[in-house]
């Protein structure tokens, strides 16, 4: 268990979590919801699928999509354009400026961790999911494969122009607290602290404990879906309380666990704790069924993805309480009622009396008008 440390976790799934910080942070939640944004989102998530369409047939008569890796490489390509053309969308900038307003580095990260390593992860996650329910790529490849390449380029799409917008929001003089790059993350890890160290450990410990369990009593097929479920179960749960154990600020994280309502603590267990370990389950099945080409029979292979998903789990959500504790301790905290995500709205708006402060202040407008449509 020694490998299962904070920063080596970070490095297996550390792009998915822009996912996590556009959809639990208020502030980011905020930028990206707005009518206006989602309207061009539709219409940016809309094309890459037909494109990623157009070149799946293409690539039929000259490649071999049976192939797990060539499929995997054509859909991380076709990913990795995706993401650059939705970001410049959502950034408002010329392909020419990119570079000199962002720098080589954000572009490179929007290159390769959105677009490539977030498009091949997908990937998996649509192959492990169907072969779950019987629809095996090794054996029926062009069903899967047409799906493996036009729903990671939606979601490639959707996430790369949110965060171009957030980056043109800051450009335009609206800070955020967090941009989700994964830096606050990084700067945590640089000071890995006994609690999160130990929250970390408690997830992945517990998840193999479970595993190992597991593996005694079911074999086959069956094994995978105990396995998921489980371990799905006790790696939500874990990151929930991850979740208080980091926005406590040094308090007893039980104290924000018992002032909160049971529903709102359900929402967050749902979304993203449950959600989001069945995902990185998944795309681990994945790897280990197509990339490594090895069956799922394996205890020790159990027992080690299980152990990922439950130290990712709990990392990701400790330093999401973490940053959410830094929104709270802002001059003009957000409130509640302007949060229309039900998983965000009261486990993590806490003031809903509160108004925007100045950094929203640009925003006031149309956050008087979400404030309406959310009472109403």
């Known amino acids: 268990m020694s490998c299962l440390n904070p920063a080596s976790l970070s490095l297996v799934t550390d792009n998915m979590l822009h996912r996590l910080a556009l959809r639990v942070l208020p502030s980011l939640t905020l930028a990206v919801t707005e009518d206006s944004v989602r309207t061009r989102k539709r219409l940016v998530m809309f094309v890459p699928g037909l494109v990623a369409f157009a070149v799946y047939r293409a690539a039929k008569h000259g490649l071999s999509l049976a192939e797990p890796v060539t499929l995997l490489l054509l859909s991380g390509a076709v990913s990795l354009v995706t993401a650059i053309c939705a970001y410049r969308v959502g950034r408002a900038v010329p392909f020419a400026q990119l570079v000199r307003a962002d720098g080589a580095r954000r572009i ?12 091949v992860q997908l990937s998996l996650l649509v192959l492990a999911l169907l072969w779950l329910v019987g629809y095996d790529y090794a054996q029926h490849p062009d069903g899967p494969a047409m799906m493996a390449m036009i729903i990671p380029s939606t979601a490639v799409a959707r996430d790369a122009f949110e965060i171009g917008y957030v980056r043109w929001l800051e450009a335009n003089g609206r800070p955020f607290m967090t941009f989700p790059d994964g830096a606050g993350l990084r700067a945590l890890l640089a000071r890995v ?25 079911f074999s086959g097929d069956m094994a995978v879906l105990a396995q998921g479920a489980v371990v799905t179960l006790a790696a939500g749960t874990i990151g929930l309380l991850a979740f208080f154990a980091g926005q406590g600020n040094g308090a007893p994280w039980m104290a924000g666990l018992s002032s909160t309502r049971w529903g709102e603590l359900v929402k967050f267990w749902w979304w993203p704790g449950l959600a989001f370990a069945s995902t990185y389950y ?46 709270n301790r802002q001059p003009g905290g957000v409130p509640s009622a302007l949060l229309r995500c039900p998983f965000v709205m009261g486990i993590l708006g806490k003031s809903r009396e509160a108004t925007a402060g100045t950094a929203l202040s640009g925003s006031a407008a149309v956050f008087e008008k979400s404030s309406q449509r959310a009472s109403s």
């Open 282 to 327: 998944l795309v681990l099945v994945g790897a280990c069924l197509y990339v490594l080409k090895q069956p799922m029979s394996s205890s020790g292979l159990f027992a080690g993805v299980a152990g990922l998903v439950g130290g990712v789990m709990a990392l990701y959500c400790y330093y999401l309480g973490h940053r959410r504790d830094i929104e």
């Open 193 to 217: 602290t006994p609690a999160l160290a130990g929250w970390v450990a408690a997830g992945a410990v517990s998840c193999v404990g479970f595993s190992m369990l597991l593996g005694a009593l």
């Open 108 to 119: 490179g990260w929007i290159l390769a961790w959105i677009g490539f390593v977030y498009g």
